[in-house]
């Protein structure tokens, strides 16, 4: 089992930066691949962006991509996502989420999810 805890939302203004993160529990965190999902109201779950459990590999959306950066320390069991460039467009709840598979950019490929943090872009 794995427990998920997301922190670092808020409002900021666009072009603003934000930094999220991502807590797990236990000692299996190096175990699980991890991604990032956000899901604005009215809108379907999207993709944001996953890492390997060894932080070789990395993948994006496509509205994120050159703009947020995912990142992992496994010695303290969290993952960041790192988001500049702010856009209103990038206002939604963001979940983070642990696989046991490789980085999916589909939500059913993980076990695992937060509550989410919200952010807020304002114009």
């Known amino acids: 089992q794995v427990q998920l805890v997301e922190s670092g939302g808020g409002l900021v203004q666009a072009g603003g930066s934000l930094r999220l993160s991502c807590a797990a529990s236990?000692?299996?965190?190096?175990?699980?691949?991890m991604g990032w999902f956000r899901q604005a109201p009215g809108k379907e779950r999207e993709f944001v962006a996953a890492?390997?459990?060894?932080?070789?590999?990395?993948t994006y959306g496509d509205s994120v991509k050159g703009r947020f950066t995912i990142s992992r320390d496994n010695d303290k069991n969290t993952v960041y996502l790192q988001m500049n460039s702010l856009k209103p467009e990038d206002t939604a709840v963001y979940f983070c989420?642990?696989?046991?598979?490789?980085?999916?950019?589909?939500?059913?490929?993980?076990?695992?999810w937060g509550h989410g943090t919200q952010v807020t872009v304002s114009s």
């Open positions: 890492i390997y459990r060894s932080a070789s590999t990395t």
């Open positions: 989420a642990a696989a046991r598979g490789g980085p999916s950019i589909f939500a059913t490929a993980y076990d695992y």
């Open positions: 236990g000692r299996t965190f190096n175990t699980y691949s």
